[in-house]
């Protein structure tokens, strides 16, 4: 029981491990920010242009300064949650484009959406986290950075769990501390985590390294996740998408370690493959789900908490081919032990799209998949030899106690899938789905907003007006 | 090396044999241009159909016109530009503040394959880089690529450049990339828009034609 799903076999392991040393060491990793790289220079990293060779002291350091697993922090400190340490947290989408419900086709996803979904996901209790630009909405902004700013605002606004960040730069990041800060009025800890993506192979974009610095010297919490895709911007072969991926986590949690020792970094990784006649991103990939299961148990190599997988699928709508996919990626990701799990549910068109009955749908796919990952429990108790006896051959257990103090804690129900008898005349390609959307449309009607202390929104808003000359547009 | 040969060693991506051969047939005394168009292009005209039904994949493909290249790039030098067969000259790039380049690479490799000359700007290219290309390559066609919904934004401000110095007038202007609609092309006054790279070339095909 409780032993997760690997794919690899320690020796295999290590040998990655030490390809990927030798690739930071040989080949070296491109850093395109000055300061970046003077850090790296300043501890002994050779630097040559914009290529900084990291000598493996310096990782082996890094790693033994980074933290095991840490409690990022909800702005109601119940609903905090432990990274790493063998939880499984499942957070919302990310940087979704359009939405979809009801069966309608997609369109572009507006501030009204933002909320809902916000709203929903503070209501779900598959989801640990919320907020961080679950779909990046079209809308009146007189800015980009305003447009961020209002995410991040909203996502304060309406839900209490622990934030998922925004990293465009340093001015968005910037603006990710500053509301966080201000939601958490002033009280210590790791209270934002935002993704930095590595551009693969070996390559970190001046943005994205103004952000890391940023997070990393206020201790705030990073993934660093490439999303390489084998054939096109990593190997062809998932071991070796695993050798440049490794490397470049390390590189990048390398130099968070130097900024600011003991910050929390996750061993992020989204790769998967490249579809050989389109070249589009596949997640709904059996390569894939091998990569989150080799990711996982790197990052558990390491002793870092690990981001991977989610409920993928590269389908159009929430059908056939969305429900095989999304299964086969969370169940491993779960089975795996993946720490953190963005875009956990709701995904469709390979990142592309927000559905919002399978922000639901997938919510079963997640219990499903933690019911799996449960396993069989044997023990004196669950081999119930009593019950067994004392109903004997041809008996049922219906009403035994043994039954009744076990099923429910036993056997997960899901809220969706059908179990019932045949019924004439229902219309069986619609029925599911429609339970989904009556379970969203009914969760937003029971919705109340988590508020925060008047003198914090307060704040909220005034440094919204003050940056941007207009109030947030917040109840929509 | 006969052509059959060296159309068979395209579609293998044989870039040694290729080189090889053209230096052969060169040597030989073979004309320049006949080398390419009989050599070379219908090799790859081969490549393009397998591609197209599913036989050949994109790998295969950049190694078949990678071959092609090299012999091409013997026979250049002896060749006026203007006379070296092509089907026009697309000037290709990914809009400011974006790096995605996966998509952007594949219509450029298409488009190479099918016999379109195509400069590749690369990634992160501002307006005014576009329009310095554009008065220095004089393209038939300008691609441009972006993937966020904010760098979109960077497409419409291209365009706006290139009216400025009338630059609009004799190129066409298409876009695409995951968040690009034909919807959003017609609103910023692009004259095409393609969901992927083969209607990306069929797209290129009605400009020229
Ligand atoms: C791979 C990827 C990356 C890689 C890019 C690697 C590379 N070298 O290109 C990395 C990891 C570096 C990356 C970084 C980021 N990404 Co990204 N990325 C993707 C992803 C998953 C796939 C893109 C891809 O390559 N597809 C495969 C190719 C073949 O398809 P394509 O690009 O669409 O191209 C086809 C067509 O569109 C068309 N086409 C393309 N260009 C052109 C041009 C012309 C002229 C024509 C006619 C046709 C055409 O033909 C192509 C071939 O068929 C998309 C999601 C998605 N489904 O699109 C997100 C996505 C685009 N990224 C996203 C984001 C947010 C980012 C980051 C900001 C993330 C972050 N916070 O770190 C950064 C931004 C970096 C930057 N400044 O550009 C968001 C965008 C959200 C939004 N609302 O705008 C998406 C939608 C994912 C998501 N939901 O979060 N990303």
Redesign the pocket.
């Known amino acids: 029981m409780n032993s997760w799903l690997e794919v690899l076999k320690p020796e295999e392991i290590e040998e990655i491990h030490a390809a990927s040393l030798e690739v930071l060491e040989d080949v070296g990793v491109e850093f395109q920010l000055e300061e970046a790289r003077a850090a790296f220079q300043a501890h002994g990293a050779r630097v040559a242009g914009s290529r900084v060779y990291i000598p493996r002291l310096l990782i082996e350091q890094a790693l033994t300064a980074a933290p095991e697993r840490f409690l990022l922090e909800a702005r109601n400190p119940a609903r905090s949650v432990w990274i790493g340490g063998g939880e499984t947290v499942f957070a919302p989408?990310?940087?979704?484009?359009y939405v979809q419900a009801t069966g309608t086709a997609r369109r572009s996803a507006v501030p009204a959406d933002y909320i809902d979904l916000v709203r929903l996901v503070h209501q779900s209790t598959h989801y640990g986290t919320n907020g961080g630009g679950i779909v990046?909405p079209e809308g009146d902004f007189g800015s980009d950075e305003e447009k961020f700013a209002w995410l991040l605002l909203a996502g304060h606004w309406y839900s209490d769990k622990p934030q998922m960040g925004l990293?465009?730069g340093a001015k968005v990041s910037r603006l990710a501390l500053d509301f966080s800060r201000m939601a958490f009025g002033g009280r210590p800890g790791c209270r934002i985590l935002g993704?930095?993506?590595p551009?693969?192979p070996l390559m970190f974009?001046p943005?994205?390294l103004a952000s890391l610095l940023i997070y990393a010297r206020e201790g705030q919490g990073l993934i660093v996740a490439?999303?390489s895709?084998a054939i096109a911007?990593s190997p062809a072969t998932l071991a070796g998408t695993l050798v440049v991926n490794n490397a470049e986590i390390l590189a990048g949690l390398t130099l968070a370690q130097l900024v600011r020792p003991g910050t929390p970094v996750v061993y992020g990784n989204t790769s998967t493959i490249?579809d050989m006649k389109?070249?589009?991103?596949a997640l709904g990939a059996p390569e894939l789900s091998l990569l989150v299961l080799g990711t996982a148990q790197m990052a558990r190599r390491y002793r870092l908490p690990s981001r991977a997988g989610g409920s993928l699928t590269d389908a159009k709508e929430p059908d056939m081919q969305a429900g095989l996919e999304s299964m086969l990626s969370l169940l491993s990701t779960v089975a795996g032990g993946v720490s953190i799990v963005m875009h956990a549910g709701g995904i469709l068109?390979?990142?592309?799209t927000l559905s919002y009955e399978k922000l639901i749908i997938d919510e079963d796919t997640g219990g499903m998949a933690k019911r799996f990952q449960r396993g069989i429990e044997v023990n004196r108790e669950t081999l119930a030899l009593e019950a067994i006896a004392d109903r004997g051959a041809g008996g049922n257990f219906l009403d035994h106690e043994h039954t009744l103090k076990h099923f429910r804690n036993e056997i997960w129900r899901p809220q969706l899938s059908d179990r019932e008898v045949y019924q004439e005349g229902r219309d069986y390609q619609a029925y599911t789905l429609a339970k989904a959307t009556q379970a969203w449309q009914k969760r937003l009607e029971g919705y109340s907003r988590p508020v925060l202390p008047e003198e914090v929104e307060r704040e909220m808003l005034d440094f919204y007006h003050q940056r941007f000359g207009s109030e947030p547009v917040l109840d929509v | 090396m006969d052509f059959k040969g060296m159309n068979e060693h395209v579609l293998k991506g044989n870039v040694e044999e290729v080189t090889r051969g053209t230096q052969e047939m060169l040597e030989s005394g073979a004309e320049p241009l006949r080398i390419i168009s009989e050599g070379l292009i219908p090799g790859m005209n081969v490549v393009g159909g397998l591609f197209k039904k599913g036989e050949m994949f994109v790998p295969e493909v950049m190694r078949s016109a990678k071959a092609m290249s090299a012999g091409i790039a013997l026979v250049r030098p002896l060749i006026a530009d203007s006379d070296i067969p092509t089907r026009g000259t697309v000037l290709?790039g990914t809009v400011r503040?974006?790096?995605?380049?996966?998509?952007?690479n594949?219509?450029s490799m298409m488009l190479e394959s099918q016999g379109f000359t195509v400069i590749d700007l690369g990634v992160n290219i501002t307006p005014e880089q576009f329009v310095a290309a554009a008065e220095k390559h004089r393209p038939q066609i300008i691609?441009?690529?972006a993937?966020?919904?904010?760098t979109m934004l960077a497409m419409r401000e291209t365009i706006k450049a290139l009216q400025e110095v009338n630059l609009t007038d004799g190129i066409k202007v298409?876009?695409?990339?995951?968040?690009v609609t034909a919807a959003f092309a017609k609103e910023i006054g692009a004259d095409g828009?393609?969901?992927?790279?083969g209607s990306?070339v069929e797209?290129c095909e009605q400009f020229v034609a």
């Open positions: 989408p990310a940087g979704c484009v990046i990293n465009l993704t930095i993506n551009d693969s974009s943005e994205m490439p999303c895709m911007t490249a389109t070249m589009a991103i068109d390979s990142f592309l | 290709m503040g974006d790096l995605h380049d996966i998509g952007k594949l219509v691609g441009m690529s993937l966020l919904t904010t298409m876009i695409g990339g995951a968040p828009y393609a969901p992927d790279a990306a797209l």
